[in-house]
Each structure stands twice: as C-alpha cells, then as structure tokens.
Nanobody
C-alpha cells in the first residue's frame, strides 16, 4: 500500500488549492484517513481527519476554510483549502489507518501509512 499526495503549489493569500491523495495497491477498504502538515523545525500537526463513515474532524486553524472528503471508489482523499493564509505554508502529508488489502487470496490489515508530502506555499 502506498499513498501518493499531489496538488500542492504556490498560491497568493486568499487563494485556494485542492490536495489529493491516492491510495495505491490491492485495497479493499480504508477506515480513517487524514491530512497533517509540518513546518521545518516544528512538529507535524493535524489538519483534518475523516472516518469510513465520513465523520470529519478539523483543527481550529482550518475550520470554515478547509474541507476534507474521500472517494472510496477511487481510494482517494481530498483536502479543499480556501482563503489560504501565509501561516498555512507547510508540507502537507496524507495518512491512512486500518487499511484492508489483498495479498494474493489473503486479506490483510495494515496500519499507519503516510504519503510523501506535498508542499503548499502561500505568499502574502
């Protein structure tokens, strides 16, 4: 199982970006997924999470501006970011937990998968 994040870039303050994270492999289902971000020299922090039932949770910093969603038919996670601020500048990582996938005829559960990160830079 691999997570492949994309969609980052350079945007002016007030602009929007949509991040995507494709889960690759013989995936059957994924329980919890989320986005985290990290600034160099600081700890990785939660941005938003979404459960298999589409229950969502947001960090205060993104409430009202960010929307997390998932398309289970495509095994893809999204983060729509609006009204971006310079303080949103960071590397954004996607995460998946409790992933059920096939290895031959065997169904296996894996946990704690991270994507490679995508850089978001917001200029003032």
């Amino acid at each position: 199982v691999q997570l492949q994040a994309s969609g980052g870039g350079l945007v002016q303050a007030g602009g929007s970006l949509r991040l995507s994270c494709a889960a690759l492999g013989s995936i059957i289902s994924i329980d919890n997924m989320g986005w985290y971000r990290q600034v160099l020299g600081k700890q990785r922090e939660l941005v938003a999470t979404i459960t298999r039932n589409s229950d969502t949770n947001y960090a205060d910093s993104g409430k009202g501006r960010f929307t997390i969603s998932r398309d289970d038919a495509k095994n893809t996670l999204y983060l729509q970011m609006n009204k971006l601020r310079p303080e949103d500048t960071a590397v954004y990582y996607c995460h998946a937990d409790r992933v059920w996938f096939a290895v031959g005829v065997t169904v296996t559960e894996g946990t704690d998968y991270w994507g490679q990160g995508t850089q978001v830079t917001v200029s003032s």
